[in-house]
């Protein structure tokens, strides 16, 4: 299975692995093969702490089935992930806030419903102003912020 994701090249091949969370829960996220059990993540964590946009990651031994577990982060990438949760907002401010994280540079994903979205901030991005921008927005209970203390 393979899949476009925002800042990827288009004829990249990319393959799903996973991070094993508490509960029997996995987070399935999008990785670049580089050889010998390591992967650059290419999509944006929602939930898993301490992983992030193009961290590169070795694969754990004895992986479940066709599953590969993500084991131990390699390099990390300078990038931060947070999960937001729109809870309090409606359409109109959601797409403006996202239209804000556009021109701050900031990558979003939609995960699971519409309400739930991974964000990225590059280390190229002002991560104080992202934080703050974010920040004030959950103090308004526009938004719930995921992970944001944890990352």
Request: aromatic share 10%.
């Amino acid at each position: 299975m393979s899949l476009q994701v925002s800042g990827t090249e288009s004829d990249e091949r990319l393959e799903r692995i996973f991070y094993a969370l508490p509960y029997g829960i996995d987070e399935g996220l999008w990785a670049k093969p580089l050889g010998k059990g390591q992967y650059e993540l290419r999509s944006i964590p929602l939930i898993t702490p301490n992983l992030n946009f193009k961290d590169v990651v070795q694969i754990r031994e004895g992986s479940v089935g066709e599953r590969h577990y993500i084991g131990e982060v390699v390099r990390r990438s300078g990038h931060k992930a947070y999960g937001i949760d729109f809870e309090g907002a409606d359409e109109s401010q959601k797409h403006k806030i996202l239209d804000k994280l556009d021109s701050m540079q900031v990558r979003y994903e939609n995960h699971f419903e519409e309400a739930l979205f991974a964000v990225d901030i590059a280390p190229e991005c002002d991560y104080i102003g992202v934080c703050n921008y974010l920040k004030t927005l959950e103090q308004q209970r526009i938004l719930r912020l995921i992970g944001m203390d944890s990352k």
